[in-house]
């Protein structure tokens, strides 16, 4: 069973940026598929970037193409969403999750049977 830890959310002003880690412990990624999704207050979990591991090959929310960039350290086991030019539309706890799938990322919050705690980010206007 993969721990997976969340850092790097905060405060930020409208036009900035934040990166996001997310670490394992108990064992590796691979053979993994990663995925950063989001929360807020009353809305369902919504998926924002997803990378296979094995391949490096990564799927985005089509809204957040552009601004978002997720990317993985094999070295370090760790996965990282760099968020540029946020917006405070973008204000949410960000979850890391994992499956231990081969297969193409999933946007469904369910096929994921591993999550971080969160990592709040706000975005101030």
């Known amino acids: 069973q993969v721990q997976l830890v969340e850092s790097g959310g905060g405060l930020v002003q409208a036009g900035g940026s934040l990166r996001l880690s997310c670490a394992a412990s108990?064992?590796?990624?691979?053979?993994?598929?990663m995925g950063w999704f989001r929360q807020t207050p009353g809305k369902e979990r919504e998926f924002v970037a997803g990378?296979?591991?094995?391949?490096?090959?990564?799927s985005y929310a089509d809204s957040l193409k552009g601004r978002f960039t997720i990317s993985r350290d094999n070295a370090k086991n760790t996965v990282f969403l760099q968020m540029n030019s946020l917006k405070p539309e973008d204000t949410a706890v960000y979850y890391c999750a994992g499956r231990p799938s081969p297969l193409s990322v999933s946007m469904i919050p369910g096929a994921y049977p591993n999550w971080g705690q969160g990592t709040q980010v706000t975005v101030s206007s």
């Open positions: 990378i296979r591991w094995s391949t490096g090959s990564t």
């Open positions: 108990g064992r590796t990624f691979r053979g993994y598929t």
